[in-house]
């Protein structure tokens, strides 16, 4: 057992440290022949892209990751299902298919990032409205509301894509829903990424009430709290975040569900210390897989590919482990 | 051993069989046009398809902007009986030909109205080829099609001839060839010795997606006597780089995709850009589309170079040259006269 608890610190204290090395990395790692020497000369067109594009992106990697980290296992501890992530109730799809609008009537990154925002927040707010109706306070209820608003996204993203030219936008929009840290630059991100380390900050402040609501609801009352306004506050700030986030980078895929499952099979529990841990995973996978997506090709690669490509074998090593231990 | 020595011989023969067929596909895509007394053509299409078409036809349906501006310049235009979709948003035909505007629209390259099509009982089909997998379908219903794919100039011209020997008006077609051939030997002629800047073609979609190495619009900036500085992706369509990227390659242009949702004054603003050398000497630019998008294939593509030639090369190729030169060519196969805004 103490073996196990050094065994444990060692573990984290690896994820801790990971994301540093992976954002110095994604600092000096891109296209452009960046040098420290040029830097520290003061040359401006080194300094201007270590400070607009660089710097930008690394921070965006890093907190974005972590909050989507965070989130994923908040989703997962609230709906009380190992599958449940943002996608579940619908804001990736409200995302989309703002981003979507944005690249079809606006142009520019700033009318994508808001409209996108907007769609997340559209959504969340459906969902809300639809578990409303329902008189039982079943966490269910706010799935199947989820699952209608993520229809009603969907379609509404079908609609979009089939007006769009497919010479110019639909590929954007195509693009987009893979993911990117493309573009990203500092001056863009600060209301994003003020807003997503808020609302992960209080995750951790309601990280008492999260843990009740894996209980089942009945025992959740008895320990005196409002399942129901809980529920909705916690939702509300971990879709917020999400929001924040997404609107940035578009749609990641893995990045919300997994990092979760990994830091529960290292910790075996959902305490605190699994919630951070999912977070600096998160922030640790979106970090590397953004510097390849940077680095592999002249082009840009979406995301995506990468963060499925990075994760699931991790995921699938530790599912090995877990196996050899029984 | 014997066994897999075999076996690699096997596949090897069955490798070269494929290369060989494909090469006589393309051979034959080339030129391999017969013609009977009787005033039947068997044409062989740009998929490798063999058509023949019997008489003259008098009923043509186009599903493709460029095959319908080729009908356009070859005069056919009263033949034109149903055109793609979107026809509205294309000003070469308010300017040539504005009745084409209100014909029935038989879809896109995306979606194609088989039903409306084989309402308007065509005499011959013009299709992208991108659709050619509906050639059984449209074949079963008795029409005759024919697919065109001009990527580049000699797939333009074979294109322009395939076209004109259908329709019968293979002097039209030839008077066209010719005239595009002789401006793209004029600007050889005036930039192949000179230096040739980095030019870098943006898209449609956004400042950050760039013709690679593959496309027409690479073409184009050879022909105009400029290196495309994105010549290392090998991309089919735009690719998505980043500011980095577009910062190392450092272009000395920078051109905006013809019918770009975003202008030159957002690249020439935008501040991850400052330090790129097109920016700072102000050098970005729009591709004219007044008339047609002049970076996709259409006939007057080449007037894309021309352009672009006056910009890199002003000493050699003047504006002037340029305006005069498309719209003689406008006036003449087009019927207009052709202005740049």
Known sequence: ?326 | MNKYCIVLLLILSFLFCACGRSSAVSAAGNDQLTEDADRSVTVTDQTGRTVTIEGEPQKIVSGYYISTSILIALGLKDKLKGIESKAEKRPIYRLSAPELISLPDVGSAKQFDFEKCASLDPDLVILPAKLQDSAQTLESLGIKVIFIDPEDENKLTEAIRLIGKTTFQEDRAAELIDSISAVSKELAEKTSTLEKPKVCITGNSNLLSVASGNMYQSYLIETAGGKNAADELTDKTWAEISYEQLLKWDPDYIIIAGEAGYSADDILNDTNLSECTAVKNRNVYQIPSSAESLDSPVPAGIYGSFWLASLLHPETVSDTDFINSISSFYKKFYGFEFSKE
Not at chain 1, 10 to 39: D, H, K, N, Q
Not at chain 1, 189 to 207: R, S
Request: aromatic share 10%.
């Open chain 1, 1 to 326: 057992m103490d073996l196990n608890s050094v065994r444990n610190k060692r573990i984290f204290t690896c994820w801790l440290i990971a994301p540093v090395i992976l954002f110095v990395m994604s600092l000096f790692i891109g296209r452009y022949p960046l040098s420290a020497a040029e830097l520290l000369r003061g040359n401006s067109t080194h300094l201007n892209i270590f400070m607009n594009l660089r710097l930008g992106r690394a921070l965006t990697a890093l907190f974005g990751g972590f909050a989507l980290g965070v989130s994923g296992f908040v989703f997962q501890c609230v709906f009380r299902n190992p599958l449940a992530s943002p996608d579940v109730i619908g804001i990736s799809s409200g995302a989309s298919a703002g981003a979507a609008f944005g690249i079809l009537f606006f142009s520019g990154t700033v009318s994508v990032i808001l409209l996108s925002f907007t769609g997340a927040l559209i959504t969340l707010i459906l969902t809300v409205l639809f578990s409303s109706l329902d008189r039982y306070e079943k966490s269910s209820t706010f799935v199947i509301s989820g699952i209608i608003v993520h229809t009603i996204a969907q379609s509404v993203l079908m609609c979009l894509k089939i007006t769009a030219d497919p010479e110019k936008q639909l590929s954007s929009i195509e693009y987009w829903i893979m993911g990117s840290l493309n573009g990203i630059s500092t001056g863009r991100i600060p209301f994003n990424l003020v807003l997503c380390i808020f609302c992960t900050c209080v995750l951790f402040v309601l990280y008492r009430r999260i843990m009740i609501l894996t209980l089942s609801d009945e025992e959740a009352k008895m320990l005196g709290i409002n399942v129901r306004r809980s529920r909705f506050l916690i939702l509300l700030f971990a879709s917020l975040s999400v929001s924040s986030v997404i609107s940035l980078t578009g749609i990641i895929s893995f990045i919300s569900l997994l990092p979760a499952h990994i830091a529960r099979l290292i910790r075996k529990d959902n305490s605190q210390t699994t919630m951070i841990m999912s977070g600096f995973i998160g922030g640790s996978v979106l970090l590397s897989a953004d510097i390849l997506a940077k680095s592999v090709s002249s082009s840009e690669l979406p995301l995506s590919i990468f963060t499925s490509m990075i994760g699931t074998p991790v995921l699938i090593i530790y599912l090995l482990k877990e196996r050899r231990i029984d």
